[in-house]
Each structure stands twice: as C-alpha cells, then as structure tokens.
C-alpha cells in the first residue's frame, strides 16, 4: 500500500469521477485507474463502483476512505513539521471531551509563549482513542483523568471533585451539602459520558439509592441547560461547573478524578518542559477561580 495510491483515492472520491480526480492530481486517467486497481487488488475487493464515468463507494470503501483521509493528514502533519524544523514545530494536543476548555486554552497560550512560532492542534476523543493515538504517535500529549500511570510520561495536576449541580434556588443549595441518601427518587440529569459515572452508579446501588433519570446526554451544555430549566439535578466535576448553577458538595461521597497530561514517548524535551510547565501554570489559575480545587506537586 503506498500513498500515492491512496491520495488517488481520495482524490477521485472527492472529484467524483476517475477522469476529474487524473486532472486534479495532474496524473494520466490510465495510471490513476492502474493504481486504484493495485490498491484493491491488495486490500482484496473493490473500494469504488464504477457507473457511466462516475465512481461511488462501496460500504467497505467508505470505512477504508476514512481511515485513508486520517493517514494523510497525518502524513502531511508530519512533513510540515519536519520542513519547519525545530525552530517551528506542531504539538498535536488530545483532550477528553470533559476537559474544561479554559484549562485547554490555558495550557496553549502557555505552550505558544514558551516554543515562540510553534502550531498547535486539537483534538478530542475518548480515553481509549487517546491512549491508542499516543501510543502510535499520532499525538504528542493527551489532557486527560487517566492517572494510573507510574511513569515519568503521566503528569498529575489537580484533583477536581465531583458533587451535585444544581439551581442556586435548590433545597440542595440551600443546605449546602449532603449525603448520597438525599438523592434518592431525585429528578436526575445523566452525563452518559461522565468518565466517573460507573463509580457513582456503583456507589448509589450499594447503598440503595436510586434517582429518578429524567434526561440523558453526552453533551455538558445539553445537561447543564437541563439543570438550569429546573428539570433535574446532575452530578459533574467542579471544573465543568458553569457560573449561575451551585456545586453541592456530597459528605459521604469523596469522588475526584485527576486531571494531568499523558505524554508521547519520545517528545521533544523543549516541548515536554513547555508542555509541562503551560500545564501547571494554566492549571494554577484555573484552581485559583475554583477555590475547591487542590493542586498536585
């Protein structure tokens, strides 16, 4: 499989035809045509079907497409970083959707005015993506909870405690904390993509707790606008929680998940001290805006 061979491919799914995909490459239609036949002849069934000049992709090529569209951008990514030197480089960056987007922010300006010229991309997938992405070098860092790791790739920032969230006009709000057995038969707004949520589940079933779920989403602005409207209670991490709303905290809970970033192996020292140094200097301020926040030496 080479890439010429799968630039062709993309190349005639976006143009919609061998002959219009030849032109834009700048290629002749029989050696397009050639190396999209070699292609499938190695993968072992057709990725397009062929009708009246047009092309259309078979459900198998949709899938092996997608695949071939994250390979390029990844090939590109790195020849532009290798053409820049290490004068300018690219950090990829990777996060859990339930990273606070000011943390986010923070660590990238901190990044940008250590390593002066330096690009920064995004991304954002779930815990396993991340961990598979680093692990083939596809990012250099991941902001993530994942603090398992024992080596000298895991960084550890902040422990960021999970409570209730509520309208401030709440009876939760107006205790001001309270115990798991308040939450029984409680109008509840699940976050489906709480990384903590197995925990909490596990812990309300073995007390006997069972709220009411009104409302399930895997999107913090659909949840919190939720609460907001007065249709349930949720539970999230201080660091998620949006100004207007109350975080309540639970006695008998103790639930914290630690932020930190999982490095690449092999990252540029001048980037894994920036990175590390952004972090924690991004991290600071963000604790310093939540008073309940602990920072992790």
Not at 9 to 14: D, K, R
Request: net charge positive; with cysteine; charged share 25%.
């Amino acid at each position: 499989m080479k890439i010429r061979q799968l630039r062709y491919l993309t190349a005639v799914v976006e143009a919609g035809s061998i002959t219009e995909g030849a032109r834009r490459l700048n290629v002749s239609q029989p050696a397009l045509s050639a190396g999209l036949a070699a292609l499938e002849d190695e993968l072992g069934g057709p990725l397009v079907e062929r009708q009246r000049g047009a092309v259309r992709l078979t459900p198998l090529g949709r899938r092996f497409h997608r695949r071939a569209l994250g390979i390029l951008r990844d090939c590109d990514l790195a020849r532009a970083e290798f053409r820049r030197g290490l004068d300018q480089r690219v950090l990829t960056l990777g996060m859990l959707p339930t990273i606070a987007m000011p943390l986010v922010l923070g660590v990238i300006a901190g990044v940008k005015a250590r390593v002066p010229g330096i690009e920064v991309t995004m991304r954002e997938a779930r815990e396993p993506q991340l961990m598979d992405a680093l692990g083939l070098g596809r990012m250099d860092a991941a902001l993530t909870i994942s603090d398992l790791s024992a080596d000298d790739s895991w960084v550890p920032l902040a422990d960021d405690p999970m409570a209730v969230v509520c309208t401030p006009d709440h009876p939760f709000a107006r205790r001001g904390s309270i115990r798991l057995s308040h939450l029984d038969g409680t109008a509840f707004v699940l976050r489906l993509h709480c990384e903590r949520g197995t925990d909490v589940q596990g812990l309300l079933q073995a007390r006997g707790v069972r709220p009411r779920a009104v409302f399930g989403t895997d999107q913090d602005d659909r949840a919190f606008a939720a609460v907001r409207a007065g249709i349930g209670i949720t539970m999230a991490p201080l660091s998620l929680t949006p100004p207007g709303l109350s975080f309540v905290p639970i006695e008998d809970l103790g639930l914290t998940r630690r932020i930190g970033v999982q490095l690449a192996v092999g990252l540029d020292s001048r980037l894994h001290e920036a990175l590390v140094a952004a972090l924690r200097e991004a991290g600071e301020r963000s604790c310093a805006a939540k008073l309940a926040r602990s920072i992790v030496n």
